[in-house]
């Protein structure tokens, strides 16, 4: 088959559906990836794939541009005739779908996070679920990452309970991301790996740090991400220029291979506002390290609270400072074995195969 996999970034590909993309390679089809270049696509080249730029607007809501971008996939579509497109990414999700509606071309989108329209009031969420309705209701197959995500979209009619797939994130290469010995220092480092958004929560992870750091001034807090992202909600450079180690943050920067960041660290956290299913939080706890995050959907998928680690309150700071309090209380075999109860979970539910089969069954569905 002719498969095209479209996303908003093509980093994404490489780095979080690279099982899925060698699976599709091994089985004969042939693969090619439409996204907005940014210096992954020789990676891509090199796993096999072919590569076909896409232009987007990461910021723009005008309606012009999501015309704009069902032209765009129209055009490419009609050029590409793929026999099927996996979409990933809320953008591509929405106009992929209806581009694929008018060239009868099955379209299987994944949900990996709902976005800012969720979180941003009622008006735009009303807007957002008109457009998700519209968008999904002829599809054969809609995957979804959590279980709150697929049922708000079948309790608000976006889509049929018929049409829902649940996926375990993007899974995780459990090999690659191997159990590591914590550092074993006495005072704790807790790391957040995030892109410095305020939907991430990296305010109240500030404002966390300086809480706990009043008490546990050897406590360490780290943060590591890119700084700049092209989305309403980031972090101004000043902002991350203003932290202090000694009182709040140390901003790390970003990089291309986390293991050695969750290696030194003994706990992941991520405050989100709300998730798909979180890959910093997956990846860490693969690693054998306990995890904090929000109560919120997506996070409370992957953490089990005073099991894998702790969970604490949306938007709230130090809510998020007991939780890391918590932690610093625990004896160092209780924050062992947190880690690798999550590391069995992983094991259990998050398996990258698990994401694999399900792609080839959706794949088996639309071609009868």
């Known amino acids: 088959m002719r498969v095209l996999l479209t996303v908003n970034a093509a980093w994404n590909i490489v780095n979080f559906r690279r099982a899925l993309v060698q699976h599709l390679l091994d089985s004969g089809h042939h693969v090619t990836v439409l996204a907005p270049p940014d210096g992954s696509e020789d990676a891509l080249r090199q796993m096999g794939c072919a590569f076909v730029p896409l232009r987007m607007n990461a910021k723009g809501l005008s309606p012009?541009?999501?015309?704009?971008?069902?032209?765009?996939?129209?055009r490419?579509?009609?050029?590409?005739?793929?026999?099927?497109?996996?979409s990933f990414t809320i953008k591509n999700n929405l106009f992929g779908a209806l581009a694929a509606r008018s060239?009868?071309?099955?379209?299987?989108?994944?949900?990996?996070?709902l976005g800012t329209a969720f979180l941003s009031g009622r008006a735009l969420q009303m807007v957002a679920e008109t457009l998700y309705r519209h968008c999904f209701q002829a599809l054969p197959v809609v995957f979804f990452q959590n279980e709150?995500?697929?049922?708000?979209?079948?309790?608000?009619?976006?889509?049929?309970?018929?049409?829902?797939?649940l996926l375990p994130g993007s899974g995780i290469d459990l090999t690659r991301f191997a159990v590591a010995p914590l550092p074993g220092q006495s005072d704790p480092v807790f790391l957040m790996v995030a892109r410095l958004l305020?939907?991430?929560?990296?305010?109240?992870?500030?404002?966390?740090a300086a809480i706990v750091k009043r008490h546990h001034p050897g406590a360490q807090f780290r943060i590591l991400g890119p700084l700049g992202a092209e989305n309403r909600s980031a972090i101004p450079p000043e902002t991350v220029a203003s932290w202090s180690p000694e009182t709040d943050l140390d901003y790390l920067g970003e990089t291309s291979d986390v293991r050695p960041f969750l290696k030194d660290a003994d706990c992941v956290v991520l405050p989100s506002y709300r998730e798909g299913a979180p890959r910093t939080l997956i990846e860490a706890a693969a690693m054998g390290r306990a995890l904090i995050a929000?109560?919120?959907p997506g996070c409370r998928s992957v953490v089990q609270d005073g099991i894998t680690g702790f969970l604490c309150g949306l938007r709230d700071a130090e809510s998020l400072a007991r939780a890391c309090t918590n932690f610093i209380e625990l004896q160092p075999e209780q924050r062992r074995s947190m880690g690798l109860a999550g590391r069995q979970k992983m094991e259990r539910e998050f398996d990258q195969s698990i994401v694999v089969q399900a792609y080839e069954s959706a794949l088996q569905e639309v071609r009868k």
Do not use: C, W
Request: hydrophobic residues 40%; positive net charge.
């Open 64 to 74: 012009l541009d999501g015309l704009r971008m069902v032209r765009d996939f129209k």
């Open 76 to 86: 490419h579509f009609r050029a590409l005739d793929p026999e099927v497109v996996l």
């Open 103 to 113: 060239r009868g071309v099955p379209f299987i989108p994944n949900v990996t996070g």
């Open 148 to 165: 709150d995500d697929r049922d708000l979209f079948v309790q608000r009619g976006l889509i049929r309970s018929t049409q829902a797939r």
């Open 198 to 208: 305020r939907d991430k929560g990296v305010m109240e992870y500030a404002r966390a």
């Open 294 to 296: 929000t109560d919120v």
